[in-house]
């Protein structure tokens, strides 16, 4: 049991490591960054009893394909995404130190680890170490970058006012559907896994682009270096011009 833990939790903490480097200006306390990963391995529990009526209908050789992307999208990948959303929500967004888009990325993405962390070690208890090791490197990092994308649109959405509702639609939009086409596509044998791995490639390449553009924006960047301003309504850093004064 020891070694199911280890393999399912110490990758996860090894992600979030990786990932909050990116975060180099005005790095979060570990405690919150952690207490974000407690929150979403707490998470998995009702996301569980939430899609435990639905888990026949993705069972078997050959499950009904248009049920089966239902079920991924709209249960799978709906309650596993607000989940998360939910314990990031909880943990840290009041908090003062969630005071830049970056931040919301990195609890976000350490929450979706948590997740992952707790999901994996179901799946290592049930079908063997193995799996756990390749979920350890591919479904953690997935988890991470759908959640990252909520974190980075929440973000976003607190710290610039007036499309609140959209942002957080819009990134809970992403990730959803993000969500439910990697597990569609996995479970329904439609594709080769490695087309699975490359899809979260795709993700993680997409959502540390927002990562570099949502540090740029960030106060604690060296202030010789050109001011970037964001802005929702593009949710990207924007240069000022060059007649604007430093």
């Known amino acids: 049991m020891i070694s199911l833990i280890i393999v399912s939790f110490v990758p996860g903490v090894l992600w979030v490591w990786f990932f909050y480097r990116k975060d180099k200006y005005q790095p979060e306390p570990i405690s919150l960054v952690m207490k974000a990963f407690v929150y979403g391995a707490i998470s998995v529990f009702p996301a569980a009893f939430v899609e435990a009526p639905f888990r026949p209908f993705i069972a078997g050789e050959v499950p009904d394909i248009a049920r089966l992307f239902i079920v991924t999208?709209?249960?799978?990948?709906?309650?596993?995404?607000?989940?998360?959303?939910?314990?990031?929500?909880?943990?840290?967004?009041?908090?003062?130190?969630?005071?830049?888009?970056?931040?919301?990325?990195i609890y976000a993405v350490a929450a979706g680890l948590g997740f992952a962390a707790v999901e994996n070690l179901f799946y290592s208890a049930r079908f063997g170490i193995t799996v756990g090791l390749f979920r350890a490197f591919i479904t953690d990092l997935a988890h991470a970058s759908f959640s990252g994308i909520v974190g980075y649109h929440l973000g976003l959405a607190k710290f610039y006012k007036g499309s609140t509702t959209l942002l957080l639609g819009r990134g809970l939009a992403i990730a959803i559907g993000l969500h439910g086409l990697y597990d569609f596509l996995i479970i329904a044998g439609l594709v080769p896994p490695a087309f699975g791995i490359v899809m979260v490639f795709v993700t993680y390449f997409y959502l540390d682009s927002k990562i570099s553009e949502a540090r740029l924006a960030s106060p604690g960047r060296n202030p010789q270096e050109p001011v970037i301003e964001m802005t929702a309504e593009r949710d990207s850093p924007v240069l000022p011009d060059e007649d604007d004064p430093e």
């Open 73 to 105: 999208t709209l249960v799978i990948g709906l309650v596993e995404e607000m989940a998360k959303f939910i314990a990031v929500r909880l943990a840290v967004y009041d908090h003062l130190e969630f005071d830049e888009v970056v931040d919301g990325i």
